[in-house]
């Protein structure tokens, strides 16, 4: 028989680790119980119902026929009793059956007549069960262990995957924290306690190093469920981990009175973020840097020193494409708002600087505020040829102005 002891600290311990409700267990292990009672023992077409008591540990089987009247019935020119039987566990009874618009096959395994149920039971009614007895087989305790063994660990497997499900689903798009559980082919695996979250080769920094066992920050961007539990995919390229980093060192950002509008990043190298603020009490750019620069400096720290621009958005298209261009300074900017398209012109000693070390500055400025932007020296200045930054869907990149003219 079952070894009862074992069974309840594992129904104990599924009730207070994982929420399980006891009765629903041991409604899923009896009908495990009867399936594979069917399968060892039962006719094709049987009702197979189990009763596991779990105080003592005895299980009682039984077959369920259903009572029908003959008018419900189909003729043997219509199949008859050699035609192929359902084998559905539970076959319509009760207000189903009886409304049902088909006639059903007769099958003496789940039905009974109603004039022979009404000899077992005198207010038996068409559609009502009539309960037998089944025989326990000697070595069906086994079978029964092991039967339950297996709905039990299906049930833990199942509660720990809801239980996964529901806890990261609220997280998602939230920082979390995870210690390297292993490396494999370049994908970091976190442990970030009831799960494993996954941090690709894509969503990494370049140049960051992991060793097992570090305690690692990354941005949940994905719960995924699949069949094989639940996915959560991490990243710490991802533009809005800069965004959260911020949220948590800066308390207006977090309670929504500093707000970051736009975002462009270049993970590893270099980010700008624009900010405006709800409160014009409130310097929004001063709010992120922090009181001499703590905290910006705390989220460069986090990101292995990548550069952070922080600039105030502006409703201005010109003022706006100022700042983003910073810390370049610029002498004049001609904007077709229709076009978004804006050319910039800017003194000799700043073109290098308005553009970038390969272009940076003006690529980022570009993604940030979604304009294409022309950058054109001062007439007269000797410098190399204009530079254009064109925003696409996916990237931007950078032409000499000269050809895009040219074409």
């Known amino acids: 028989m079952l070894d009862l002891k074992t069974m309840h600290s594992a129904l104990t311990q599924l009730e207070e680790e994982r929420g399980l409700d006891r009765n629903k267990l041991i409604e899923a292990i009896e009908m495990a119980l009867a399936a594979a009672y069917k399968k060892d023992y039962g006719k094709k077409g049987q009702i197979v119902r189990a009763k596991f008591n779990i105080s003592d540990g005895v299980i009682e089987f039984s077959q369920v026929k259903i009572a029908v009247s003959p008018e419900m019935l189909k003729d043997e020119g219509d199949g008859g009793e050699d035609a192929p039987v359902s084998d559905h566990q539970e076959p319509l009874s009760g207000a189903a059956l009886t409304d049902a618009e088909e006639k059903i096959r007769f099958n003496?395994?789940?039905?009974?007549?109603?004039?022979?149920?009404?000899?077992?039971?005198?207010?038996?009614?068409?559609?009502?069960?009539?309960?037998?007895?089944?025989?326990?087989?000697?070595?069906?305790?086994?079978?029964?262990?092991?039967?339950?063994?297996?709905?039990?660990?299906?049930?833990?497997?199942?509660?720990?995957?809801?239980?996964?499900?529901?806890?990261?689903?609220?997280?998602?798009?939230?920082?979390?924290?995870?210690?390297?559980?292993?490396?494999?082919?370049?994908?970091?695996?976190?442990?970030?306690?009831?799960?494993?979250?996954?941090?690709?080769?894509?969503?990494?920094?370049?140049?960051?190093?992991?060793?097992?066992?570090?305690?690692?920050?990354?941005?949940?961007?994905?719960?995924?469920?699949?069949?094989?539990?639940?996915?959560?995919?991490?990243?710490?390229?991802?533009?809005?981990?800069?965004?959260?980093?911020?949220?948590?060192?800066?308390?207006?950002?977090?309670?929504?009175?500093?707000?970051?509008?736009?975002?462009?990043?270049?993970?590893?190298?270099?980010?700008?973020?624009?900010?405006?603020?709800?409160?014009?009490?409130?310097?929004?750019?001063?709010?992120?840097?922090?009181?001499?620069g703590v905290r910006v400096a705390t989220v460069t720290s986090e990101l292995s020193g990548e550069k952070i621009d922080i600039i105030e958005w502006s409703e201005n298209p010109e003022t706006y494409l100022e700042n983003a261009l910073s810390p370049a300074h610029i002498e004049k900017i001609t904007a077709k708002a229709d076009e978004k398209h804006a050319v910039v012109t800017v003194a000799d000693d700043q073109f290098s600087l308005a553009i970038g070390r390969g272009g940076q500055n003006v690529r980022l400025a570009a993604k940030l505020t979604g304009w294409k932007i022309d950058i054109r020296p001062k007439e007269g200045a000797k410098v190399e040829a204009p530079v254009e930054a064109v925003v696409t869907e996916e990237k931007t990149e950078e032409a000499p102005a000269g050809e895009k003219a040219a074409e």
């Open 108 to 292: 003496e395994e789940h039905h009974i007549l109603i004039n022979d149920a009404k000899k077992i039971r005198g207010d038996v009614q068409v559609g009502d069960e009539i309960v037998f007895p089944l025989e326990l087989k000697d070595d069906f305790g086994r079978i029964a262990a092991q039967t339950a063994k297996q709905v039990i660990i299906q049930k833990i497997r199942e509660a720990e995957k809801e239980a996964t499900l529901e806890e990261f689903s609220d997280r998602e798009g939230d920082i979390i924290t995870g210690r390297v559980q292993h490396i494999e082919r370049g994908n970091v695996y976190l442990d970030l306690g009831r799960a494993t979250g996954v941090l690709s080769r894509d969503e990494q920094v370049p140049g960051e190093r992991y060793r097992q066992g570090e305690r690692v920050k990354a941005y949940l961007f994905a719960v995924e469920e699949s069949p094989r539990g639940i996915n959560l995919r991490l990243s710490r390229s991802h533009p809005k981990f800069v965004a959260k980093l911020f949220a948590i060192e800066a308390p207006e950002i977090a309670s929504g009175v500093v707000e970051i509008v736009d975002i462009a990043r270049e993970a590893g190298s270099r980010t700008k973020i624009a900010v405006r603020s709800n409160d014009r009490s409130i310097d929004p750019v001063g709010s992120c840097v922090g009181q001499r």
